[in-house]
Structure formats: structure tokens, C-alpha cells
């Protein structure tokens, strides 16, 4: 929400370009003022989405964690986290955002709206070197995991090391390299 990831990305890849969506006005403000300077670095004022048009955001207590999707009893429950305001904002698909348009990485982090993004990001899929997604992974009371990768991803590897997945699908029962099992 701060863009802390971009001036490192910017250091490491002289030569990338960075699109950042952000439709929550007081955190686009604050990326615009920390990065305007920046001619690599243009800040989109739109959500995204499986469609485009309008869609209603909620703000949570917490910074940076607003959401398309209201919040659901984990996040309350666990991160001690309540709406604060939910307005109207403008949102469009990858798909249609980069028709016709190269794109090498994608970086998500839209608190729990995953499933939405990559909806809307079919073609845009098939163009991509690499995506970074960050996820939280929660179980329901029968201990199923609550994300489904089916038809999106052919690894999922996640940076604490605790699962990998070599197929679309990941299984009950497959083991993590913690010994737990999903």
C-alpha cells in the first residue's frame, strides 16, 4: 500500500517499467507522492478485477488491507480486523488493461480478491515470465484449505518453503516440507 517493494525493484532492474494499481485514494496519494518523480512508474487509480465497471471496496482498520471483498470472520477474528467505510471505485481487468501490451511479471497483493484478478487476467496469464501472489492460506472447521489453484497455476511455491505444488491441484494429503499435511 506504501509501495515499499518498488524503489528495490527499480534498484535491482534498471530497466522495468511498473504499473501499480491502487484504487484506495488516500494509499494512491501516497504512492503518487513517494514515486512522482519517477518517470518508471506510473500509479493506475482502478482496482482490478474479472470485469470492469464499478465495484464496491471495503477499508478494514488495519493500513493497507482493504479489500473487493468485505471481510469475512478469520480476518476478524484473527487480525482483529472491522470495517471502517466502503465506497464505489472504478475497475478493470488485465486482460483488458494490457491487450496488445508485453508484460513480463505480475505482482499481486489484493487481500483475498486473487481469484477475481486472475479471473480477469486469462490472456494476460499466457503472456507472463514469472507472478508473485501473496496469499494467506486458511482452513476451514473441516481443515480444507480455503484457495483453490485449479486451472490458474503448474507450480505453487510458496517463499517460507512450507508448500509446493506440482500440478494444478493441490491435494488432501500431500505433504508440506514442514511434515503437515493440506
Given amino acids: 500500500y506504501k509501495g515499499d517493494e518498488i524503489p528495490k525493484i ?3 532492474y ?6 501499480a ?16 518523480q519517477n518517470k518508471r512508474v506510473k500509479i493506475i487509480d482502478k482496482a482490478v478485477s474479472n ?3 464499478e465495484k464496491t471496496f471495503y477499508e478494514t482498520n ?6 473487493l471483498l468485505p471481510l469475512n470472520k478469520i480476518s476478524m477474528r484473527d487480525y482483529g480486523s472491522f470495517n471502517n467505510e466502503e465506497y464505489k471505485v472504478d475497475s478493470t481487468t488485465l486482460d483488458l488493461f494490457y491487450k496488445n501490451k508485453i508484460v513480463d511479471i505480475l ?3 489484493v487481500q483475498g480478491a486473487e481469484k477475481m ?3 480477469g487476467s486469462k490472456q494476460t496469464l499466457k503472456k507472463l515470465k514469472a507472478i ?6 486458511d482452513f476451514d472447521v473441516d481443515g480444507i484449505a480455503t484457495l483453490n489453484w485449479t486451472g490458474f497455476a503448474k507450480e505453487v511455491l510458496d517463499i517460507s518453503g512450507k508448500i509446493k505444488v506440482n500440478s494444478t491441484r493441490p491435494t488432501v494429503g500431500n505433504t508440506t516440507n514442514d511434515g503437515s499435511t493440506l
Avoid at 488495519?62 to 479489500?67: A, E, F, H, I, V
Fill in 117 to 119: 484478478v486472475l479471473e
Fill in 132 to 137: 508473485f501472489i501473496e496469499v494467506s492460506i
Fill in 14 to 19: 534498471p530497466s522495468v517499467k511498473i504499473d
Fill in 10 to 12: 527499480l534498484k535491482k
Fill in 21 to 36: 494499481f491502487e484504487c484506495s485514494p488516500r494509499y494512491s496519494l501516497i504512492l503518487k507522492k513517494r514515486l512522482r
Fill in 51 to 53: 470485469f470492469r465497471g
Fill in 62 to 67: 488495519l493500513n493497507g488491507n482493504g479489500s
Fill in 107 to 109: 505482482w499481486l497483493d
